[in-house]
Each structure stands twice: as structure tokens, then as C-alpha cells.
């Protein structure tokens, strides 16, 4: 390449910047390039961390770092400086130089929530983008602003954690949790990182979905293209997007798009918390009948991931569908289709229900999501729902049941029951609603008995010896136990029992779930030509049926054993609950840690509950991470678990850490300069009166956890500091070592032992 082609391309830059600074200034905005530095202006920063040498992609180079070249760039990073300047000539030969040889000398840039900013190298940055050239080394700082209850620091906060992980800026999402999702579908554990040949397939996986969703308008939506792509790996695998065609994963878009426009809710899940009001019938549907034309004949379709004999939960969804058969009957059929297995026959049971003719398909275990998915993109006209929580599918519909207020009813039951201060519970896998039945078992315990421990033992754990014979150990005879009975294990060991003498066991209360009260409700839904005119599936978000016992789907079948006076609680709780009148979470809450979690005045909502990822202070246990599961565990976690808090705590503590450190290193140096020192003078009594202020709280807060350890470890660390003069930073260091032991031992204790099967 000559000069004269150099010359050549900065005219057609030049044309190309002045063409966006016009666009700019006609919409109102700023024609040049953002300021970072006009950005901080007003925003608390953390910490600056040196990330040294990065591969940046070009399109999320979008600003400088100061304003002193602000006027020679457009918004786009294209010349706006005449031909005859110096700035020209050096562009001009940059120009040259990366045709011939290429630019090989790093920029120096600051990122700053995802995006970058350039200190050093412009120029080089304006040529690589001129030629759509996709990345450039640079020499990289972040700057990380303060946590906040903003969900863009938040969701930076959740990529801060991942990117030593994926080591990828490009894949950035707008909805919590996405990272650990991603990290699940492709099968790694959540801090496992990602290897060459991974970040190579999914870069190519982005950049093919992104044309796709570009070509759709998808500029104009708020989701990204990261959303985009992990919405369709929960679809289909890496290599069926891979061997796609550019019409077909077009196709497979367009299938999705009621999907990706729910991406674009804050929140994409609306939850639907009891039956819809039933159609009424007004003049226009006569004059113009086919506008809610409905059905006079539905033929509906259960594919179960078991069979009665070998599943008590596949039995009870059965039982359920009986149901439809008497109530409807003449106007519904309905089929049944066993054994669906993910990632072998799952997809094709489905695909034969419809094939027969089904309008209608219940699958009746969140592991064949993936497989309702997809029949749904083939199928569109066909209704789908999963038994599920928590899916953020537009296409298809998700159902399940509020345990937790049956959950509660039967703490109550157990806590009046209870011949001494400790109860047992048996939980399966730490998925989405767990904690909340296990919480709300406890509460209801505790308003029998103030003084109960709920000891909390885990079957999704690896080696678990039996947890009725771990209880049976320590004396506890009564017990929650699984919901639902089964396959080859004692007939009575479900629900809340209690260990008579002997090894005897005596009912006392079980969940319930009235399954052909829901889908008698949903098919009459149907029937009528009201399926959409469900409130909650006319937003673009997606509907999850999350129906408790005012539904008449969930109940407490209570024992004939039961004192009558405990029978006679339970009767009024199940009235309360029913109607509205008693919420389980109404009350005080206090979390393990000693936090509150809820301060009485008012309940949760349905999302906090959904979402709860903690243990109140009456139950003994802990709420397992990912790699503690036994094997055959990981999958249903994969599906439904709930995130770890890892990423939160460490984004909140270390950050202020290292600069505690830092200030510490040059604290003395900083007082030095006579500035600075008068300027310090002055603050004193400000800074002494909110020290002292701090510490009080602090301290009572401590003398409250009522912790002669605590208490103990708090003087010490005084007298450290006052009186034998030890540096701070080594006392919280110490403290730190101290704490993370506590806790290391704390949670190998707890731990618990064996694993089994779901939904049973």
C-alpha cells in the first residue's frame, strides 16, 4: 500500500466521521467520543486494577480516557480533522503501516463496566476500526465503581467474578445468574475455566448468533447478544447451533422470538399465584363468535420421566389425569408416555404425543424442559407446560406448587408433637423453593415450640448413611421426611411421622398435591378459549403457575392418630392459609449468620420467596453447594439449583480490602504533605464522632450474637491494638485466618452423606 491509497482511505474515514457527527448532533446527542473520566465524575469508585495485556474487541472500544482528543474523533472512532493537519499525516501512515506490516504495539485503555477507554493510541484504534478489524492488544486498568443495589453494578459485579473464568468480554447479559447458568449448560462446574479451544467455540457460537440476531433488529432491543445465545444453548446443544445454516438458525429465531422479547423484561418470569377468573360471555363474542373460538375436543398428552410403579411422584401426576378423563369426559382424551430420558428418547416422546394428535402436553419433570422446548418451537400451535420453577420460556408455561404452606403446617404439627427440642428433616436437592419449605417447616415448628432445632440432613449428598437412622442416633423421633412415598422403602416413612418404640412409624401429616385440580383448571382454561387471556401470559413475559392452597391444588392430609387438639391447630392453620389470613413468612426471621431476614412488619413476596438462598436460626444445617453433590445429583442442580453466594462476598469484601491495604502502605507518606495533613486536622472530629459511632454498633452487635468466642475475640483484638500496640492490618488479617477456619470446620461438620434419585 502506497501513501496515496493512505490518502484515499482517511478521505473516507473523514466522510464516514463527519456523516455520524451529523447523525449525532440531528438526534440531540454528543457527536464526539465519551469521556471516562467525565463519566467518574459521579460515581464512587472502588478500586483501579491493573489487568495487564488483554486481547480487547474493537466493539467495545467506545470512548478516551480524557478529553484531549475528544474533538479530533466522531462518536464512531472516525477522523474529523482535515487532510492537510498533523493529525492526518500520522493516521495516514499509521494506515500504511497496518497494511503492510500490521499494528502490533498495545494501546493503553482503562474498562470500565465492560467497556473500554482509551488513554494511549487513538489513532491505532481508528484505523483497526476503519477496517473492521475485530480486536487489538492493550494494556488494560479497571476501574470498578462501589457496589450497589444498581442491577448494572451487579451484573458487573456477577462478570467481574466469571471473567477469570471465561476469560471473554464480549459475553455480557442482563439477567442475574446468566454466568452460572452458561457455566452449567456447557457442563463445567461453576469455577471451572474455560480452555482455549472452549473460548474458540463459543466466540464462533457468538459471532454466528449475533449476525442472526442483528439481521432480526436486535440493535434495537435492550437484551444482548449474550442473552440471545444462552437462550438458545438451553434450546439446542453447541454443535446443532454450529451446523446451522444462516436460514435455519434464522428459522430457529424467529421460532424464539416471543422468547427474546421477553429477555427485554426486568422481570421475565410473571408468576401466576392462582386460576384465572373464568371467561365471561359478552355481546361481541356473539356477534363475532370466532374471535375466542374454543375447542369442543382436546386430546391432552403426560410424558413422565418415570412410571407409577417405579415413581410415586409420576404416580400422583397419573392420578391427576384420571381426573381430566371423569370430569371432561366426551370432550377430552388423554395418553400417557413413560420413561422419557434427557438426551435420548425425551425429545422424540414428546414429538410422538403431538404426532398422535395431543393439543395439550404436560411434562411432569423439570429435566424435560430441554425436550418441551423444542417440540414447542416446532410446534407452536400446541400448548406445552412443564412442571417446573423458575423457567424464563415465553414459549411454553411452567407450574408447580407452594409447598412451603403445607411445609409450614406440618412444622407446626411436628413442633407440638415433638417429645423433646429437635426435629428432623430430610430435603432432596437445593433447587429453587427448597429453603423455603425448609424455613417455613421451621416457623411453623417454632409456634409450637419456641425452643426447636430442625436438624437438616441432605440425600443429594455423596456416601449419606440413611437420615433416619442418623436421626434415630441422636434421639430424634420425629420427623420430615420425604413428600411423597417411596419405591422399596417403608410404607409410612413420608411426610412427618413420628418413631414409636421399637422402630414403629406413625403418620401425623403430608403435603398433597390435588394434580387433576390443576390441570382440570388449565384444560377448562383451554375448553372455554381463555388460554390467552391469562393476565400474565399477554405481557411478552413468561408464565409460570406457582399455585398454592387457595387453589385447592396443595393440601395437608393430616393423620386420624393426631390428639384431637393438634388436629384442631392444623384445621385452623389450613383455614388461615387458605384465605389469606395466615402468611408463613409474616413474622420476625432471623438468618443463620444472625442477620434479619424479614422484620415482621409485612411477608415476603412470592420472588424472595422463590428466591431464598438461606436458612433461618432454628434450623442445624447448611444448604449444599455445587461440588459437594454426589454425582447423580449435579443434573437436577444444573437445572433448578440455586446460585452460590461467593461471587456476592467476595465482590463486597475484597475490593474495600485492597484498598484498606493500600491506604495503610502509604498512609504515613500521605500525611507528610502539609496539605494533606492540615486537611486531616480538620477532620478529625468528624471522623472520630463516625469511628465512634461505627464501633458501638459493631461492638453490640457482637455482645448480641450472645458468643463468649466473639466477645472474647473482640477484647483481645482491643487490647492487641491499645495496649501492646499491633498494627490493625494484622489483627483483621488474623481475624480473617480465624473466621475462614470457624467456618471451614463449621460446614465439614455439618456436611452430610448419600445421594438418590428426584421426584420420586
Known amino acids: 500500500m502506497n501513501r496515496a491509497d493512505g490518502i484515499d482511505c482517511y478521505q473516507k474515514a473523514l466522510r464516514q466521521g463527519q456523516r455520524d457527527y451529523r447523525e449525532k448532533m440531528n438526534a440531540g446527542q454528543s457527536p464526539f467520543l465519551p469521556v471516562l473520566d467525565d463519566i467518574l465524575q459521579n460515581v464512587p469508585v472502588e478500586n483501579q486494577i491493573p489487568l495487564g495485556q488483554v486481547e480487547i474487541p474493537l466493539e467495545l472500544l467506545v470512548g478516551t480516557k480524557t478529553s484531549g482528543r ?192 421477553a429477555l427485554q423484561k426486568s422481570d421475565p418470569v410473571q408468576v401466576s399465584d392462582k386460576p384465572a377468573a373464568p371467561k365471561q360471555t359478552g355481546l361481541l363474542d356473539f356477534i363475532l363468535p370466532g374471535k375466542h373460538t374454543a375447542p369442543s375436543h382436546l386430546k391432552v398428552a403426560f410424558v413422565h420421566e418415570r412410571t407409577p410403579g417405579t415413581s410415586s411422584w409420576t404416580s400422583q401426576h397419573e392420578f391427576g389425569r384420571t381426573q381430566l378423563d371423569t370430569v371432561f369426559e366426551g370432550k377430552v382424551e388423554t395418553a400417557a408416555y413413560f420413561n422419557a430420558v434427557p438426551g435420548k428418547n425425551a425429545d422424540a416422546l414428546v414429538e410422538q404425543a403431538i404426532t398422535d394428535g395431543a393439543d395439550v402436553v404436560f ?39 407452594r409447598v412451603y404452606e403445607a411445609k409450614f403446617i406440618t412444622g407446626a404439627i411436628a413442633g407440638a408433637m415433638a417429645g423433646g427440642d429437635r426435629i428432623g428433616y430430610v430435603a432432596d436437592y437445593p433447587s429453587f423453593g427448597v429453603p423455603a419449605n425448609i424455613n417455613a417447616f421451621a416457623l411453623g415448628a417454632r409456634m409450637t415450640n419456641p425452643n426447636v432445632r430442625i436438624d437438616l440432613q441432605w440425600t443429594c449428598l455423596p456416601d449419606q448413611i440413611d437420615p433416619l437412622h442418623v436421626f434415630t442416633q441422636k434421639g430424634i423421633t420425629v420427623i420430615s421426611g420425604r413428600d411423597a412415598p417411596m419405591p422399596n422403602r417403608p410404607q409410612r416413612e413420608f411426610g412427618t411421622f413420628l418413631v414409636r418404640p421399637g422402630g414403629v412409624l406413625q403418620d401425623l401429616a403430608t403435603p398433597f398435591w390435588h394434580w387433576g385440580q390443576f390441570y382440570e383448571n388449565v384444560i377448562r382454561t383451554v375448553l372455554n378459549g381463555g388460554w390467552v387471556r391469562d393476565k400474565s401470559g399477554t405481557d411478552g413475559r413468561a408464565v409460570n403457575y406457582w399455585w398454592g392452597m387457595n387453589s385447592g391444588v396443595m393440601d395437608v392430609l393430616l393423620s386420624r392418630e393426631l390428639p384431637p387438639d393438634v388436629t384442631h391447630l392444623a384445621q385452623i392453620l389450613r383455614t388461615g392459609v387458605t384465605s389469606g389470613m395466615i402468611d408463613p413468612f409474616h413474622c420476625r426471621i432471623t438468618g443463620q449468620d444472625g442477620s434479619v431476614k424479614n422484620s415482621g412488619r409485612h411477608g415476603l413476596d412470592l420472588e424472595q420467596i422463590a428466591h431464598m438462598d438461606w436458612l433461618c436460626d432454628a434450623v442445624d444445617g447448611h444448604i449444599p453447594e455445587y461440588d459437594e453433590l454426589a454425582e447423580v445429583s449435579k443434573p437436577m442442580y444444573r437445572m433448578q ?95 480473617l485466618v480465624i473466621g475462614i477456619t470457624e467456618a471451614f470446620l463449621t460446614s465439614y461438620k455439618k456436611k452430610g452423606v448419600t445421594g438418590n434419585e428426584s421426584f420420586n
Not at 148 to 166: I, L, N
Not at 234 to 254: G, H
Not at 677 to 695: H, N, W
Open 363 to 401: 411434562t411432569t419433570s423439570p429435566k424435560l424442559v430441554g425436550a418441551s422446548l423444542r417440540a414447542a418451537v416446532r410446534h407452536p400451535q400446541v400448548h406445552i407446560l412443564n412442571c417446573s420453577m423458575e423457567m424464563p420460556y415465553a414459549s411454553i408455561r411452567t407450574y408447580y406448587t
Open 641 to 735: 439449583g440455586i446460585p452460590g453466594s461467593l461471587a456476592a462476598v467476595l465482590g463486597t469484601i475484597l475490593p474495600p480490602m485492597f484498598v484498606i491495604s493500600l491506604i495503610c502502605v502509604f498512609y504515613t507518606e500521605f500525611r507528610q504533605n502539609l496539605y494533606i495533613a492540615a486537611a486531616l486536622q480538620v477532620m478529625r472530629a468528624g471522623v472520630a464522632a463516625v469511628i465512634l459511632d461505627v464501633t458501638w454498633n459493631l461492638a453490640k452487635n457482637v455482645w448480641n450474637s450472645h458468643s463468649v468466642f466473639y466477645t472474647s475475640l473482640m477484647v483481645l483484638s482491643f487490647c492487641g491494638a491499645y495496649f501492646f500496640g499491633v498494627s490493625a492490618m494484622i489483627i483483621i488479617l488474623i481475624c
Open 70 to 261: 475528544t474533538a479530533a474523533f466522531a462518536s464512531n472512532f472516525m477522523p474529523l480533522l482535515g487532510l492537510k493537519t498533523e493529525f492526518a499525516t500520522k493516521w495516514i501512515n499509521l494506515c500504511v503501516s497496518h497494511l503492510d506490516e500490521g499494528i502490533r504495539d498495545p494501546i493503553t485503555c482503562y474498562e470500565y463496566m465492560g467497556r473500554f477507554y482509551v488513554q494511549e493510541g487513538n489513532k491505532r484504534v481508528s484505523v483497526l476500526k476503519y477496517f473492521d478489524a475485530s480486536s487489538i492488544t492493550g494494556n488494560v486498568t479497571r476501574v470498578v465503581p462501589q457496589y450497589s443495589d444498581d442491577p448494572a453494578v451487579q451484573m458487573y459485579y456477577e462478570f467481574m467474578h466469571f471473567y477469570p473464568v471465561m476469560q471473554n468480554y464480549l459475553l455480557t447479559f442482563t439477567k442475574p445468574g446468566s454466568y452460572a447458568r452458561l457455566q452449567k449448560i456447557l457442563g463445567k462446574a461453576p469455577d471451572e475455566k474455560w480452555t482455549g479451544e472452549d473460548r474458540t467455540e463459543v466466540l464462533s457460537l457468538y459471532n454466528w448468533v449475533k449476525k442472526a440476531f442483528l439481521a432480526h433488529g436486535g440493535a434495537r432491543l435492550q437484551c444482548t447478544v449474550g442473552d440471545v445465545l444462552l437462550l438458545l444453548l438451553r434450546v439446542y446443544t453447541k454443535e446443532e447451533l454450529a451446523n446451522l445454516s444462516p436460514s435455519e438458525l434464522s428459522e430457529k429465531l424467529d421460532a424464539l422470538w416471543d422468547d427474546v422479547l
